[in-house]
């Protein structure tokens, strides 16, 4: 963990998922406490690696798809995580320089990080908010100074809505999200799924990652419903490999990739648009 970039009270004998997530990444923002859970999880899960690398490249390629296809010149990066290479905000701005990111999170390593990332960049802006209160997010000042809401927004969950349980209610944060964009707006989840793996090494993996947070594996059928609303791009909800992939995905990939993932446009009222006409 880079000096200076721990504010004060935070708990680092405790593991959490952001900094274990950078060290599945090989990443260097973790502590011994994130490192000894990332590996327990890797002794049951060995998959957990593979699963993280294959979730990155998606969100990279869905923001190449947001801001080369669709146009969309700013971004709401939502459960943000720890910096990492090919990150949000450097990818958009290569392809539409001038793209506004607004990267938000509730830890405030993480914020301090990107702070630290971000100082001197107009484009983009680090937001210390938690996603539990998503009204709070959408009104933020500091995101309303960078991101204009009468024109499309793209939202980011990634890797982010299975940290909450089913009584915290993630169909209506989603839902307070999608009502607060305007139209033309997307929404990209990623989510862990139970659906590939065998029931005993997915109660395990669970019972690693519960020491940092609880974590909820849904179906296709479940990941699917957060985009009521949207019109899903094609090829829909999929594993992450299978969403527009930059290369044939191996049998290994679709394998060990235990997430899916997808891309939505905000539905306008009363439309009933096919996902294609989007593309």
Known sequence: MKPGLTPPGVDTSKPHPARMYDYFLGGTDHYPADRAA???????????????????????????YLIGEAGVRQVIDIGAGLPAAGNVHEI?????PGTRVAYVDNDPVVHAHAAAMLAGDSSASAVLADLRDPG??????ALRELIDFTEPVAVLLIAILHFFLDADDP???????????PPGSYLAVSHGTQDFHDPAQVQAGTAVYAKA??????????????????????????????????????????????????VGVVRNPGSAIPAENHQ
Do not use: C, K
């Open 38 to 64: 990332a590996e327990a999880m890797l002794r049951v899960a060995p998959d957990t690696r593979a699963s993280v690398r294959g979730n990155r490249a998606f969100l990279q390629r869905v923001v190449q």
């Open 92 to 96: 958009a701005q290569r392809i539409a």
């Open 136 to 141: 709070t997010i959408l009104g933020n000042p």
């Open 171 to 181: 169909g209506r944060i989603v839902a307070t999200i999608r009502d607060g964009l």
């Open 213 to 262: 947070a609880p974590v909820v594996l849904r179906s296709h059928q479940q990941v699917s419903g957060f985009f009521d609303g949207f019109d899903l791009i094609e090829p829909g909800v999929v594993q992450v490999p299978l969403w527009r992939p930059d290369h044939e995905p191996t049998a290994g990939e679709l394998a060990t990739v235990a997430i899916y993932g997808g």
